[in-house]
Every structure is written in C-alpha cells, then in structure tokens.
C-alpha cells in the first residue's frame, strides 16, 4: 500500500493512503494528497481540481460521500447528552467543522445538570477570524433557558492556539455571564483532527 509513496512525502500520508486509496485506488490516491495534502485539504477541493486529476464522477460521489459519512458517524446528535468533560463538545466539534473553511462560532447551552439543551452557531467568519458579540451569545442561551453553555469556534488554519482576541472574547463572555445567571464552563478552539485547546485561564 505505501510503495506509492516515497520518502519525501510527509508521514501524515502514510496513515490517509488506505482508506483513500480504497475509494480511488493507490496511485490516484496519493496524487490527491501530494496535491491537496490531506483527505480535508481534498474534502476542500472543488469538483473539477479532483477531475483534473483523472478522478472519475463515479469516484468522485463515493468520495464526497465517504466524506459525509465519516463526518457524521462521529458528530453524532447530542442533544440531551450529559456534558462531563469540555472533551466531549471539542470531539464533537472538530468532527463536524472539519471541511469548514472559514471560522464559525458555535454555542452549546446546558442546563443545570449539564444536559445539552440546545446549540447554534452564532457567527461566521472569514478564514482568519469570526466577530462576536456578549449579547448575541447569551440571548440565545437566554431563549435556550440554559444555564450554562460552551462556547465553541475552530480555526481552518489547522492551528488551535488561542489567539489574543480569542482570549478577549472569554473574558467579556464569563464577565457578562455572571450578570445574566449563565455559567460560561469554558470556549473551546478545535482543529480537523481533534486537536483542540481551551482559552479558559
């Protein structure tokens, strides 16, 4: 299966190459990646660069839905699910904003036992960042009746350092959260692949 590829290519390739090359066979498959650099980076790419490729309508439709598939089986629903750990909505997340290119805000309101009783995305953004405001986030969680939410966005960059407004907005947030009853548990950055951080200090 890796005798395609060749000790130039980036060790990420090796672990996407199987379940690629299944749907597009070896060679087409490491085309794909060596010229969109991840199954994400090819999920990304329009239609006619995979065409451009050789890679046929056929197989083109099982990728695109290999894609959506794989997507949902692990962004399953999780409304009235029991929230433990920030975790759970981060994997949750990172799943579901995988081949979104550009940031969205989303929010996840709980109720007092920490049962997810709603979610929204709140904001879009441009690729290197989302506007948000404290009051168009807990007056939806206000109409949610919740009380508490995590608040959850990702970067496309594939980076999930919290940048310096990132940790401005968590402040305003748990600030205006203690005025209107609403327990901000923490703001989450994810990344395609599940890598995600917390910007609660």
Not at 89 to 108: G, I, N, P, S, T
Not at 133 to 152: C, G, H, N, Q, Y
Not at 164 to 188: F, P, R
Request: aromatic share 4%.
């Amino acid at each position: 299966m890796t005798a395609a590829l060749n000790e130039s290519d980036p060790p990420a390739y090796k672990a996407e190459l199987p379940a690629l090359a299944r749907l597009l066979g070896v060679t087409l498959a490491v085309s794909v990646l060596r010229a969109f650099g991840s199954v994400r980076g090819a999920g990304l790419a329009s239609d006619s660069e995979l065409r451009a490729l050789g890679v046929s309508d056929a197989k083109l439709r099982n990728f695109r839905n290999a894609v959506a598939v794989g997507a949902l089986a692990v962004a399953a629903p999780v409304l009235g699910r029991l929230i433990l750990d920030p975790s759970d909505v981060a994997a949750y997340f990172a799943a579901q904003l995988a081949l979104v290119d550009v940031e969205e805000f989303w929010l996840v309101g709980l109720d007092s036992r920490h049962r997810i009783v709603g979610q929204t995305m709140v904001s879009r953004g441009s690729v290197s960042g989302v506007e948000i405001t404290a009051r168009s986030v807990f007056r939806t969680l206000l109409r949610m009746d919740a009380s508490a939410a995590i608040v959850v966005h990702q970067h496309p960059s594939g980076d999930p350092t919290a940048s310096a407004s990132d940790l401005v907005v968590t402040k305003k947030l748990t600030a205006a959260g203690k005025v209107v009853g609403i327990t901000l548990l923490d703001h989450l950055v994810v990344v395609p692949g599940g890598a995600w951080r917390s910007c609660k200090p």
